[in-house]
Structures are given as C-alpha cells and as structure tokens.
C-alpha cells in the first residue's frame, strides 16, 4: 500500500491501523512556514501524522516538512523499525536540524536520499541554516547504510 498527503493548510491529520504500509508521501508546510513558526500545534501534528506512518518501508519528505521538523524545539518521531529507504528533500532552511533524529529513529535503513528542493532554488542559505553537529552518531549510519545519493 501507499500512502501520499499533500497539504499546505496544515489540517490535523490522525492515522491509524497503517500497519500493511509501504511507501508513504508526506508534503505539508509552505515554503513561508518561518511566519507562522510560533504555531506549536502544526509542529505537533506534523509529528502526529509521522507516528501513523511509523511502519513504512519507504518514506518521502518534502523541503517544507523538513522545514516543519527542523523548527521543532523537540523531536516526538516515531522508530522507523522498517524503514529502509529515506528519501528527504531540503530548503534551505531549518531542514538540516532534524536530519539527525529522522536518521537516529531509522535503526534498519540501508538507503538515504538528499535532494535540494528545486521549487525554492532562489532560497539562499542563511544562518538558521548551519549544520548543527549531533551529539551522537546515528546507528544506522555505522550498521546498515549501505548508499547515500545526493
């Protein structure tokens, strides 16, 4: 089964019983979501809706949900026990921050895609930007990532 949500109006979405899911889509944010960054419900229900998808094998996110889980101030992601492929794409904006949470919740992933999000390839980097070195390395990273593709 697949699974895909496309949503720049930020409704609260609840899944359940998505346990037979394979490959999910997830795009939700706008690409100005720093003017409504101090909205923690969207943070939360972004985190909501990732926990309904936390049995997927492959998993999608947009530069705008990126975005969304960069600002968050904490991280309620799900274990990704399944995933295997990650493929994320990135604004150039707070999407880096969450890149070691995402990577440190996916135990089994074998194969990471980094993409730049061509839709907003005017953004320019800026200092919210700068990468923020981990405290820890993420599991996956020394056990079983076999291919990143940037």
Known sequence: EEFSIDDQCFRHHVLKGMSSLVTAKVNVGVSYF??????PNYFDWTDELLQGLASVRFLYLSGCTMDVLGMADHHNLPQFSNLSCLQIRV???????????????????????LKKDRKHWRAKFNKDSIWHQPQLVPGCLSKTLYEIEI
């Open 91 to 113: 604004l150039n904006y707070f999407a880096w921050n969450a890149l070691p949470s995402l990577l440190q919740n996916a135990p089994n992933l074998k194969v990471l895609v």
């Open 34 to 39: 720093r003017k409504i960054q101090h909205m």
